[in-house]
């Protein structure tokens, strides 16, 4: 006998309730529970004298629908006690809705920031007093270029005169703060993001122990990039067992009190940079939630044309999009990138017009809102949208440049990030986002 998957038990379960609550009018509403273990439950509310025959049909239709995936608990609102239905109404209030009476709610272990309401940027990027942008450079896929290009963004701002802080939160393979070091040698900060987090929810820190300066002329011109490392890897820092003790989950407050709140707040208060750019981790890691989960005014995600990178990017642009249309609310703004363009000009050709057909194929299915009948209406970014010059799904190519696979100090490659044409185009995609007149 076939297997049937924890997803296929899900979908059938889905169905079954669905069509059981259709026929059922004395069922009020129901919520279905994919607990810790992949095992399904179900909350139900309905009038008392019912209760055994809806308890005997909701089993009848989900023992054959879920297979073993079926825990068999019922739980029905109208013999619990009054903290049972806290439980309950809190278990149909995280549901996402699938009708107007079915919920579905998860249970999960961990990435928690993946599931959770998406929360608002610690402060607003415009009006009358508005704080420096926070910017997190993203990507499913390692390897395509996203920290050269965050690098590139901070340099060209730097040579501006304007003021850049850099935190590096790809915890798990850090390399911004050594890229944009304080001198030739490499120096970076003695302590960084790892220690911030661990310390921080002890006290007030000082900040000034956490970044470094990348102030040098060959590299920052007249401007300043000041980094928070993710931490030290030298002997002795302990840098591995600080990482496995920390708690990335999402605070019960929205973020207000997570550790990188706490960061950016004192980053902006300290430093008062003119932007603030982050380093994500790659794929579907925990810190790449928590970025990509209210944190940033802005994302720039990296992909490539092979079909690893467009499902991840699906999983973020469902997330940053379709999810939030569905709860009638903005998208998260975005810049897509095309990144390791091949160098062939024939080549490069075909995939770039591959790359944005794809593009705009999966932003209409998974970010952009239907188009509105008031002709009038841009709260949202909308299908009709996609025709713009700078629409998100609009990617800004990135080609790949054998200059910046190997080089021994960004001094040496400094200028070629300042003044590559396609580096200094998606700076300008980014920091047009953030202009008074543009607002």
């Not at 050709?349 to 008031?374: I, T």
Request: with cysteine; aromatic share 8%.
């Amino acid at each position: 006998m076939p297997t049937k998957h924890l997803d296929e038990a899900r979908k059938d379960a889905i169905v079954a309730l669905k069509s059981l609550l259709a026929e059922e009018a004395s069922i009020e509403r129901a919520v279905l529970i994919d607990d810790l273990f992949g095992r399904i439950r179900v909350v139900v509310w309905g009038s008392q004298d019912r209760e055994g025959d809806h308890r005997r049909r909701i089993s009848d239709a989900l023992e054959p629908a879920a297979g073993a995936f079926w825990a068999g608990e019922i739980w029905h609102a109208a013999r619990a006690s009054d903290a049972d239905r806290l439980v309950y109404v809190r278990a149909w209030n995280e549901g996402h809705p699938l009708t107007d009476r079915l919920r579905l709610a998860d249970r999960i272990r961990n990435r928690t920031a993946w599931f959770s309401p998406i929360s608002e940027p610690p402060w607003s990027a415009f009006g009358e007093s508005p704080g420096p942008p926070i910017v997190v450079f993203y990507s499913f896929k390692g390897g395509v270029g996203r920290t050269t290009a965050l690098a590139a963004f901070a340099i060209q701002r730097a040579r501006v005169g304007e003021r850049v802080a850099v935190l590096d939160l790809d915890l798990d393979a850090p390399g911004a703060g050594t890229l944009l070091a304080a001198d030739e040698r490499g120096t970076t900060a003695e302590w960084g993001v790892v220690d911030y987090f661990l310390e921080r929810p002890l006290g007030e820190v000082d900040l000034r122990d956490y970044y470094h300066a990348c102030r040098r002329t060959p590299v920052t011109g007249g401007g300043e990039v000041l980094v928070v490392p993710a931490g030290s890897l030298e002997p002795g820092r302990e840098y591995l067992g600080k990482l496995a003790r920390l708690d990335l989950e999402p605070s019960p407050a929205g973020g207000a009190g997570h550790p990188l709140r706490f960061l950016l707040e004192q980053v902006r208060t300290e430093i008062d940079p003119r932007w603030i750019c982050i380093d994500a981790r790659a794929g579907l890691s925990e810190p790449a939630g928590l970025l990509l989960s209210g944190t940033a005014h802005l994302h720039v995600l990296f992909g490539t044309s092979s079909e690893q990178s467009w499902r991840g990017l699906a999983v973020v642009l469902e997330r940053i999009g379709a999810s939030r249309v569905r709860e009638d609310r903005t998208q998260l703004d975005c810049v897509l990138v095309h990144a390791m363009v091949p160098e062939d000009a024939a080549a490069a050709k075909a995939a770039r017009g591959s790359f944005v057909a794809r593009a705009l194929v999966e932003f209409r299915d998974r970010y952009y809102a239907p188009d509105p009948e008031d002709p009038d209406e841009d709260r949202l970014w909308y299908v009709r949208d996609a025709e713009a010059s700078d629409a998100p799904h609009a990617p800004v190519p990135v080609s790949y440049q054998p200059k910046l696979a190997q080089y021994a100090l960004i001094d040496d490659v400094a200028d070629h990030l300042a003044e590559a044409k396609e580096l200094v185009v998606l700076s300008e995609r980014i920091a047009v986002r953030f202009r008074p007149e543009e607002a």
